[in-house]
């Protein structure tokens, strides 16, 4: 297994542009102030809201993503990256999400991160996934939080997902 304290110094995101599909990141935080673009995918918006993060769960995402190496924070894997945040949650569906994969789509994003799931798989999301995949964005999915089978869409043959396991106590 590779750790973050592993990756070598000079590998720091240069010219990866990565998007963050999640529930928005708050980058007055000092180890996001670098991330300046978003998508407010609720609102339809990209000038705010995109970096309230009411939630913290996409905050965390863009921190383990693109952190600085500041005095007080850790350093994310990718912390020169160019990062987009598109804010999905709370209250995103599906019709969302494929507009968030537009709008990576459109800025041409090489990577997105998709830390969500879902029990039952839908066809237009997965032609979704089809054309990002077509156009170069690497679709990286969560296999679930429910401890059970792998969640939709990380159960698609057109992402990577990621999985963790661990022993309790």
């Not at 990576?104 to 998709?114: A, F, G, R």
């Amino acid at each position: 297994m590779l750790f973050r304290s592993q990756v070598p110094a000079h590998y720091r995101g240069q010219g990866v542009r990565v998007a963050i599909i999640d529930s928005g990141a708050a980058n007055m935080h000092q180890d996001l102030i670098k991330i300046t673009r978003g998508y407010d995918v609720i609102n339809k918006t990209q000038g705010s809201g995109w970096n309230i993060d009411t939630v913290s769960h996409g905050s965390h995402c863009a921190g383990v993503i693109a952190g600085l190496d500041s005095a007080g924070g850790v350093r994310g894997f990718a912390p020169e990256a160019e990062i987009h945040v598109c804010k999905l949650f709370p209250g995103g569906q599906i019709s969302q999400l494929i507009d968030a994969l537009e709008y990576c789509i459109e800025k041409q994003m090489d990577v997105v991160n998709l830390s969500l799931g879902g029990a039952e798989p839908s066809e237009a999301l997965e032609q979704q996934i089809i054309r990002a995949k077509q156009a170069g964005v690497a679709c990286i999915v969560a296999a679930g939080n429910s401890s059970g089978p792998v969640q939709y869409p990380g159960s698609s043959p057109n992402v990577l997902t990621v999985a963790a396991i661990g022993r309790l106590n």
